[in-house]
């Protein structure tokens, strides 16, 4: 379900991701406990292993799907950190959106959500605690023979 609406967004409007982000984190953070956080790692880590074909219907899919996350980081309904390892190990093959720099691409979305919506300071706090080193999110360097 979470891919699936996941998805769908990468071909919408900037209001319905945004409306998209607010509805997965009150699912979460619902008394019935209708989605945890486990439920929305494995539906982000669906959407990523399909990232790399997305892009090519909707090149801002990587953007999309780092402003929903990051939403959902900065709610506390899911860790920064298991993101993050998702992104590193995530694709069609495993580490493929690291080789292609679709990884550093959404993680780059998810940081800017952070500082927009909690300032630098909230910002460095999280990427402090989550232990993310940015440059082991940088493409492999294709130019070395």
Request: hydrophobic residues 40%; proline residues 4%; aromatic residues 4%.
């Amino acid at each position: 379900m979470i891919s699936l609406w996941v998805t769908d967004s990468f071909e919408r409007k900037d209001m319905e991701i945004n409306l998209l982000a607010k509805l997965l984190v009150s699912l979460a953070r619902s008394q019935n406990g209708i989605l945890d956080s486990n439920q929305l790692i494995k539906g982000f880590e669906s959407v990523l292993s399909t990232l790399e074909d997305a892009v090519n219907d909707a090149p801002k899919a990587p953007e999309f799907l780092g402003r929903i996350i990051g939403r959902v980081v900065v709610e506390n309904v899911a860790p920064l950190s298991e993101i993050g390892q998702l992104l590193r190990e995530g694709g069609e093959e495993p580490g493929s959106l690291l080789k292609c720099g679709l990884a550093g691409d959404v993680l780059g979305s998810i940081l800017e959500v952070i500082e927009v919506e909690k300032g630098e300071g909230v910002l460095n706090e999280i990427r402090g605690a989550s232990n993310l080193r940015l440059e082991d999110f940088r493409p492999p360097d294709t130019n070395k023979y």
